[in-house]
Nanobody
Framework: QVQLVESGGGLVQAGGSLRLSCAAS????????MGWFRQAPGKEREFVAS????????YYADSVKGRLTISRDNAKNTVYLEMNSLKPEDTAVYYC?????????????????????WGQGTQVTVSS
């Protein structure tokens, strides 16, 4: 059973940076594509970024392209989200999630319902 634990959230001013980490255990990490999602109060959980099991392919939401970067270190069983040029609208609870790599497709990578395992979330607050 895969366990995911996020860390690195906090309070940052607009224009600042944070790096989120998600540590995985209990599974073969490289067999899972990984995603980052976020959920703001009163809104549905939305896709942010994802990366294939090997790290060779990535997808980003249009709203974060050029500002946020997903990466992974399979030797450390960890996926990262480097967040730069943060905006107040980035404020949300950020979750990492895992999807079996064979299900990682252009039609599934953005859908929370396709991801089998989720972390507890970490709060990111961007002030004006």
């Amino acid at each position: 059973q895969v366990q995911l634990v996020e860390s690195g959230g906090g309070l940052v001013q607009a224009g600042g940076s944070l790096r989120l980490s998600c540590a995985a255990s209990g599974g073969t990490f490289s067999r899972y594509a990984m995603g980052w999602f976020r959920q703001a109060p009163g809104k549905e959980r939305e896709f942010v970024a994802s990366i294939s099991g090997s790290g060779g392919s990535t997808y980003y939401a249009d709203s974060v392209k050029g500002r946020l970067t997903i990466s992974r270190d399979n030797a450390k069983n960890t996926v990262y989200l480097e967040m730069n040029s943060l905006k107040p609208e980035d404020t949300a609870v950020y979750y990492c999630a895992a999807i079996p790599d064979w299900k990682y497709l252009s039609s599934t990578y953005y859908s929370p319902n396709e991801y089998a395992f989720w972390g507890q979330g970490t709060q990111v607050t961007v002030s004006s």
